[in-house]
């Protein structure tokens, strides 16, 4: 039922978004947010209890009006996305973006890791590497989508800005690798509960972090850099490129660790743009103990 529904908002937002142009598209975006944020009362409320013991120093109300800022940023960059799908590279002059740490991509250029989590409009930022590494191929790795329609659409707009396409899968592992050994720059959305995880702090909780980053990091001896698209209004973002960084010679959890930090500095710029519906500590997500 639920992914019937999805579909078929999609598949009026697509229409919506061919038929109004993107300097208009916002009136969706607030349309779209309207629509879901009474219908996510469950995930709501799960997610306030996360963030009560995230963010403890925030009252109630505080931690209220960030999760919705937070849903608004979803339902804002899913119709950034499908402008994306509609008008293709055009999309990118329709939009101001000021780049800060751009010359951060210059160590990657060779063959490299990029990391980014679901904050501010994550597909626009893959664009954006894309252009900035050009010749440089660039990859994105991530989940495949629950709906199909929506996995398309992922896809397809990745292909139509120059990305490369690659899952999680196992299977992918030695294609993976022999895209580094060739030059190719990965693209990580590693901000997000795994499951045989390694064990890291993230906002003074426990969690579990993906092992790639740092297996391909160190099998590749490549450096890394965090980097986040942050939204300033309807058609204006920041993109951030933080210094690259290496994970040579540390330890598996180490490295964990270190590339975690990097991204929760990310998300700690702007916690109201991070997707806080996603249950990060799943599992492990006891207060840690620091030192």
Not at 177 to 194: I, N, Y
């Amino acid at each position: 039922m639920r992914r019937w529904l999805e579909t078929i908002i999609l598949r009026f937002a697509m229409r919506k978004v061919a038929t109004t142009p993107y300097a208009q598209g916002e009136r969706i975006a607030t349309a779209a947010h309207r629509l879901i944020w009474p219908l996510m009362k469950g995930p709501r409320l799960r997610a306030l209890e996360r963030m009560s013991q995230s963010l403890p120093t925030l009252s109630p109300h505080e931690r209220e009006v960030l999760l919705e800022e937070s849903v608004r940023n979803l339902s804002t960059t899913a119709v950034e996305v499908l402008y994306m799908h509609h008008l293709g590279t055009s999309f990118l002059e329709e939009v101001e973006i000021t780049a800060e740490g751009e010359e951060g991509l210059e160590a990657i250029a060779g063959g490299g890791i990029v990391l980014t989590g679901h904050l501010g409009n994550w597909e626009l930022a893959g664009a954006l590497i894309t252009r900035g590494l050009h010749p440089t191929p660039f990859m994105v790795v991530g989940r495949s989508q629950e709906n199909s329609l929506l996995d398309e659409i992922s896809v397809s707009t990745r292909k139509k800005f120059g990305m490369g396409h690659a899952t999680r899968d196992w299977r992918e592992a030695v294609k993976l690798a022999r895209a580094l050994e060739e030059g190719t720059v990965l693209g990580l959305v590693s901000d997000q509960h795994a499951g045989s995880g390694t064990p890291v702090v993230f906002m003074d909780r426990m969690a579990r972090a993906f092992k790639g980053p740092v297996v391909y990091a160190q099998r590749g001896d490549v450096p890394l850099v965090a980097t986040a698209c942050f939204r300033v209004s309807w058609g204006q973002f920041r993109w951030a490129v933080r210094k690259p960084f290496s994970l040579a010679g540390l330890s598996l959890d180490e490295g964990a660790q270190r590339y975690t930090s990097e991204i929760e500095s990310l998300v700690l710029e702007s916690p109201d743009q991070w997707l806080w519906l996603h249950n990060r500590w799943k599992g492990a997500g006891e207060r840690a103990t620091l030192p």
